[in-house]
Each structure stands twice: as C-alpha cells, then as structure tokens.
C-alpha cells in the first residue's frame, strides 16, 4: 500500500478502481480543500518549470480555476481583472528586462 495526502483530480478514485486497485479517499473541509489547493498550485507549477510541457500548464490553469471558484470568485472577475492591469501596465510582449532604477 503506497500512502498519499495530496488534492487530486475527482475522476482518480474511479481511474484507480477501474484499474484493478482499490483507494481510501475523504471529501474535504472547505479550510483543509483551499490549503491542499494552494500545495497543489505549487506542484503544478513546479512540474511545469520542469517539463515545460503544455500539459503541464493546462493543469496549472484547472487548478488556478479551482482556486478561483473555491475563494468565491469567477473566472469572469480573474479575467476582467487580468485584461486591466495590462491595460493599464502592459503585458509581457516587449520581453523588457528592469535592470536598474535611480532616485
């Protein structure tokens, strides 16, 4: 038996028991589901730096979803949110690196 304690996506359980093996899974708290969410955004971002794959990077972005829904949120908000900022300090486009500032 090989012990876990990480958010997982909700078809697991059945993918696991599909293939022949059994689980033990729990539904969690709303504090415990943010805190493991806010883990699994490092993980995922942390096996993106690694690999550099696009599907990393999509479940980067599923879990930044969830993250968005569980604060109360709306990818709408995070959206809208997003689009002014660069509105008013740009993208990343210009590829500028700062590298110094003077008083």
């Not at 972005?61 to 968005?68: K, Q, R, S």
């Amino acid at each position: 038996m090989k012990s876990y304690h990480k958010l997982v996506r909700d078809h697991i359980p059945e993918i696991i028991e599909a293939s022949g093996k059994t689980c033990i899974w729990e539904t969690l708290s709303d504090e415990a589901y943010l805190q493991l969410l806010d883990e699994k955004l490092n993980e995922e971002l942390a096996e993106y730096q690694e690999s550099k794959s696009l599907e990393e990077l999509a479940d980067l972005l599923e879990v930044m979803g969830a993250v968005v829904a569980a604060r109360g949120w709306t990818w709408d908000e995070l959206t809208a949110l997003r689009k002014e900022k660069r509105r008013q300090r740009g993208g990343f486009a210009k590829k500028i690196l700062l590298k110094e500032v003077s008083e």
